[in-house]
């Protein structure tokens, strides 16, 4: 990523943490929608889960100038998410909705860039 890159998704996502609940409730709205089955593997509370989701992605963005500080984390999170049987397909599905999510949360200012620099994230 590029430190242009790294700005706009950083400043973007300051935007959407105000709204964070309504995120995590629109991005499995979304999920569910474009595969609902998914929906199986979430057999705890989705509120919470939208909580530690929207956790995550702060902890990451926050941190994108300095990846090698959460590298770990993310290594562990997707060593768990194997057992989940989750599938790399799956990362296709989680990566448009949560696009999408970002496109509805931010409106206007998602603009083509803030989009590409999203998706290079």
């Given at each position: 990523m590029?430190?242009l ?10 935007k959407?943490v ?7 409730e ?10 609902p ?14 909580r530690?989701?929207m ?6 963005v926050m941190?994108?100038?300095q990846l090698g500080?959460i590298v770990?984390a993310?290594?562990?999170l ?8 989750v599938k790399d397909?799956d990362?296709d ?9 970002l ?7 998602f603009?083509?860039e ?8």
């Open positions: 590029t430190p890159q790294i700005t706009l998704v950083q400043t973007s996502w300051q959407v105000p709204i964070k609940e309504k995120a995590a629109l991005f499995y709205g979304k999920l569910f929608e474009m595969d089955s998914l929906k199986p593997m979430f057999k705890g509370d989705i509120v919470e889960q939208g530690k989701l956790a995550m992605i702060n902890t990451v941190k994108l100038d500080d770990p993310v290594q562990d997707g060593k768990r998410h194997v057992a989940y049987d397909k990362y599905t989680v990566a448009g909705a949560l696009l999408w999510t496109g509805a949360g931010l409106g206007d200012a603009t083509d803030v989009e590409q620099a999203w998706t290079t994230a």
